[in-house]
């Protein structure tokens, strides 16, 4: 992807159609690493692993990848300059570590390729080789997130700042990651429609030469985070021509289904879901708390109803596990088996 001369929409298009016209992405990545044994107490959160453990952010991507993931998201959702800088490290360490997430997703891709290739056992083709279209995406996570201070959920970030702000806080990284190795970049958990402004003229001014996508959040299943439209939001991500994918992460799986409609209505573009596991953060705990009712089972059996709305892109994002991958792919695989 992102071959000089080639459209965007067109080389997602492809990749879709490789994949049989549905893909699926990876799930929680914090939520593996804590599994492991991992304390992300930290501002730099799941980024924190990327100095401490890398191998082990290897094999998540590697985890996700053999659960039946298309797509797998860098671990540099929270990697910033200004946030390795506030532990000491260089600028250019900042930089290396920034690039180096790309590097780690990209070798677990090629350690997954490996095994399909010594014909290793593959559950989405009954045990025989199955090599999947795979894609590593470049994560980049809101100003919000770098503050860590809740107000990625809440898109509310003060009169001060602003969209020159936002353009000034993340265009280095955007640069570094557009040079990464990545096939494209993921805008992910954007809380507000000037945070998506600020994306979609940073691509422009910057020249990125790779697609990306946009992916919102939602406390309400009609605004964004901020209270800001969906509607709105979306349109600002058609807008832009290296965007070729919009939709929602972090956000309850009940309310998906009206936003994947909201978004339909003013893109053509492909859209890509991937919601928590519908319990709720604390912002102020730092903790996730469970909501009654809500199990992995009831995550996977909307993922029919997403489909028809006409998502095209699934997975996970916070508490949820490569079991949930799992299923989502034997769910698109048994549609897809159905209906040749």
């Known amino acids: 992807m992102g071959s000089e001369g080639v459209e965007p929409s067109a080389l997602m298009r492809d990749f879709l159609a490789d994949c049989g016209g549905c893909a699926v992405v990876d799930g929680g990545f914090a939520t593996e690493l804590q599994r492991h044994g991992q304390d992300l107490n930290d501002p730099l959160w799941s980024a924190k692993c990327l100095i401490s453990s890398p191998q082990l952010v290897r094999r998540v991507h590697v985890d996700y990848l053999e659960a039946g993931a298309n797509v797998i998201i860098s671990a540099s959702y929270q990697a910033t300059i200004q946030g390795f800088e506030a532990k000491g490290l260089s600028t250019e360490e900042a930089e290396t570590l920034i690039k180096r997430s790309v590097e780690i997703a990209c070798e677990a891709r090629q350690i997954y390729l490996q095994r399909c290739a010594k014909g290793c056992w593959d559950f989405l083709d009954g045990g025989k080789l199955a090599q999947r279209p795979v894609l590593v995406a470049a994560s980049v996570g809101s100003y919000g997130a770098y503050l860590a201070d809740g107000s990625e959920?809440?898109?509310?970030?003060?009169?001060?700042?602003?969209?020159?702000?936002?353009?000034?806080?993340?265009?280095?990284?955007?640069?570094?990651?557009?040079?990464?190795?990545?096939?494209?970049?993921?805008?992910?958990?954007?809380?507000?429609?000037?945070?998506?402004?600020?994306?979609?003229?940073?691509?422009?001014?910057?020249?990125?030469?790779?697609?990306?996508?946009?992916?919102?959040?939602?406390?309400d299943g009609i605004n964004?985070?901020?209270?800001?439209?969906?509607?709105?939001?979306?349109?600002?991500?058609?807008?832009?021509?290296?965007?070729?994918?919009?939709?929602?992460?972090?956000?309850?799986?009940?309310?998906?289904?009206?936003?994947?409609?909201?978004?339909?209505?003013?893109?053509?573009?492909?859209?890509?879901?991937?919601?928590?596991?519908?319990?709720?953060?604390?912002?102020?705990?730092?903790?996730?708390?469970?909501?009654?009712?809500?199990?992995?089972?009831?995550?996977v059996s909307y993922v029919e109803k997403w489909r028809d709305a006409g998502a095209c892109l699934f997975g996970g994002c916070c508490r949820t596990t490569p079991n949930t991958i799992r299923a989502i792919s034997r769910v698109l695989l048994d549609k897809a088996a159905l209906e040749n």
Do not use: M
């Open 224 to 299: 964004v985070a901020s209270g800001d439209s969906i509607a709105e939001c979306a349109t600002v991500a058609d807008s832009c021509n290296r965007v070729v994918a919009v939709g929602i992460n972090c956000t309850p799986p009940r309310l998906i289904h009206g936003l994947i409609i909201s978004i339909k209505k003013v893109t053509d573009k492909p859209v890509i879901i991937y919601p928590n596991s519908g319990e709720t953060y604390n912002a102020e705990t730092k903790q996730w708390e469970k909501s009654e009712g809500k199990t992995e089972e009831d995550f």
């Open 153 to 219: 959920y809440s898109g509310n970030y003060g009169d001060s700042v602003t969209l020159e702000t936002l353009k000034d806080f993340h265009r280095r990284r955007v640069q570094i990651l557009s040079n990464s190795g990545a096939d494209l970049i993921a805008f992910e958990t954007i809380p507000n429609k000037l945070e998506a402004q600020a994306y979609a003229e940073l691509l422009k001014e910057e020249n990125i030469d790779i697609p990306a996508w946009f992916s919102f959040s939602s406390n």
